[in-house]
């Protein structure tokens, strides 16, 4: 890694801001934006750099883009204060949202027509593996990205899996895991409730199912927010009818059924539905409850 290497990380939501403190753990300069103020302020706080975007984007080596989606990360590139154009040529994009690969391929394409590195780069494990620099990134990119984006993927990631050399592949891997990922945490929002309604109390289900074949890492991640009745949004509810609905689009171009990704998505519509959208995803559990009349911990 150069002396000094100067990164950006667009997005300080939990990932986001995870993500910076790893830069910056790793000595990288590391300036943060976000809609949100005081997450800018807070990244200061900590180390962050100082510098508008526009002021500060031709001098970035790396810049991390951990936004909710296709059209934010476009924006973002490329909108009416594009990031990509006010880089220097050789810079890294690191883009980090769950998209579809088609749209990765054409964020590639975009970047490279005007000289910049496009990482197609969706991440996994959650906002206490991005804060610890231990996330799991499905990457895909040329062998120069990988080069150029490098100090940033040793800063954050545990495991950083290289799934080719052209963009596209790590969302398609990406789109693979939310649908297991999603259909997990609905899947344990049944059994969990299903068990209530045979007495089955939630702590106990967790005690047990946790320790047999039935249990996953959504699972024993989520099922402790529905036991102790916290629902603050560590993964909002609203995160998996894009995620879920990015997977169906997939299927449908490739004239593949995914009837169990359906119902899941189902679900999670049903919990937007009720209000429920900027909760944890593990509040898809009141769906169950509300339709059976079942009390959930920490329900009046």
Known sequence: MPDTFRTAVIGLGSMGYGIAQSCLR?????????????????????GGAKGDLADIAGTLDAAVIVVLNAA????????????????????????????????ARSMEARCSALGIHYLDAPISGGSAKAASGQLSIMASGTPDTF??????????????????????????????????????????????????????????????ISQCAGTSWMLENRAPHIVAGDYTPLSQVNIWPKDLGIV????????????????????????????????????????????????LPGEA
């Not at 000595?27 to 900590?46: A, M, N, Y």
């Not at 880089?87 to 690969?101: F, I, S």
């Not at 693979?176 to 997990?184: C, D, E, R, S, T």
Request: negative net charge.
């Open 248 to 295: 169906l689009d997939i299927a449908k171009s490739a004239s593949f059924s995914a009837p169990i990704t359906a119902a899941a998505l189902q679900q999670y519509l049903a919990a937007a539905g009720m209000g429920l959208g900027r909760e944890d995803d593990a509040a898809v559990a009141k769906v169950y409850a509300r339709n059976v009349g079942l009390t």
């Open 147 to 208: 080069a150029a984006a490098r100090p940033v993927l040793d800063a954050t990631a545990e495991t950083v899996f290289e799934l080719g050399d052209t963009a596209g592949s790590g969302s398609a891997m990406k789109a693979v895991n939310q649908l297991l990922a999603g259909v997990h945490i609905a899947t344990m929002a049944e059994a969990l409730t299903l068990g209530m309604t045979q007495g089955v109390s939630p702590e106990k289900f967790v005690e047990v």
């Open 72 to 103: 934010q990360t476009e924006e973002v590139l490329f909108g009416e204060e594009g990031l990509v154009r006010m880089m220097r040529n050789g810079a890294v994009v690191l883009a980090c949202a769950t998209v579809p690969p088609d749209f």
């Open 26 to 46: 790793a000595g990288h300069v590391t300036h943060g934006f976000d809609v949100v103020p005081s997450q800018i302020e807070r990244l200061k706080s900590e």
